[in-house]
């Protein structure tokens, strides 16, 4: 069954950092893209960024609400997608999802997603 | 970044119903749009990608079409478990923003 399941979220003091795991099963990890979508309480969907294969050099890109305040990584060997978050924020507040990306040549979507883990950023 | 918004933002309809919710782009996005249901409490799931390409295992009666700054997602007949929200995605340009959603209720 391929799956994604997220670990790492909890309630975290603004300035604080946290590291969210994506664990990937059912599927070879390694030959795709892999996103970050978060959505805060009572809201939409916020993408939060990408990260790229190997091939690709493992680049990144990242939403403008978390440049330079977020890394994005992955370990293949362990089929294992991260999220470092810092400097955080009460506006951080959200469910954060892991999904995979899935293209074809006239476009893409995000078409498996793990369950969420919460982020409560409060003092 | 490219903007998008969706109509309506709230629907009620009944079941049977032909429901059409509206992707506006604030720039034109080709046919790199997806869209989501979500259900509360529960992650999204992808409906369609391409603007126009049905994700494996969802019914036929969801179908997109549309290109560029106007795009649909229509449901032909109405079903109990569609009640839920829906979103549009652009994959043409970083940042990979999402529409607001579009509410469908029970009449």
């Known amino acids: 069954e391929v799956q994604l399941v997220e670990s790492g979220g909890g309630l975290v003091q603004p300035g604080g950092s946290l590291r969210l795991s994506c664990a990937a099963s059912g599927f070879t990890f390694s030959e795709y893209y892999m996103d970050w979508v978060r959505q805060a309480p009572g809201e939409g969907l916020e993408w939060v960024g990408r990260i790229r294969r190997k091939v690709d050099s493992y680049t990144t890109e990242h939403a403008a609400s978390v440049k330079g305040r977020s890394t994005i990584s992955r370990d293949d060997s362990n089929n294992s997608l991260y999220l470092q978050l810092n400097s955080l924020k009460t506006e951080d507040t959200a469910v954060y999802y892991c999904?995979?990306?899935?293209?074809?040549?006239w476009g893409c979507g995000l078409d498996v997603w793990g369950q969420g883990t919460t982020v409560t950023v409060s003092s | 970044d490219i903007q998008l918004t969706q109509s309506p933002s709230f629907l009620s309809a009944s079941v049977g119903d032909r429901v059409t919710i509206t992707c506006r782009a604030s720039q034109g996005i080709s046919t790199y749009l997806a869209w989501y249901q979500q259900k509360p409490g529960k992650a999204p799931k992808l409906l369609i990608y391409?603007?126009?390409t049905l994700q494996s295992g969802v019914p036929s009666r969801f179908s997109g079409s549309g290109s560029g700054t106007e795009l649909t997602l229509t449901i032909s007949s109405l079903q109990p478990e569609d009640f839920a929200t829906y979103y549009c995605?652009?994959?043409?340009?970083?940042?990979?923003?999402f529409g607001p959603g579009t509410k469908v209720d029970i009449k």
């Open positions: 391409a603007a126009s």
């Open positions: 999904s995979r990306v899935r293209c074809v040549t």
């Open positions: 995605q652009q994959l043409k340009s970083y940042p990979f923003t």
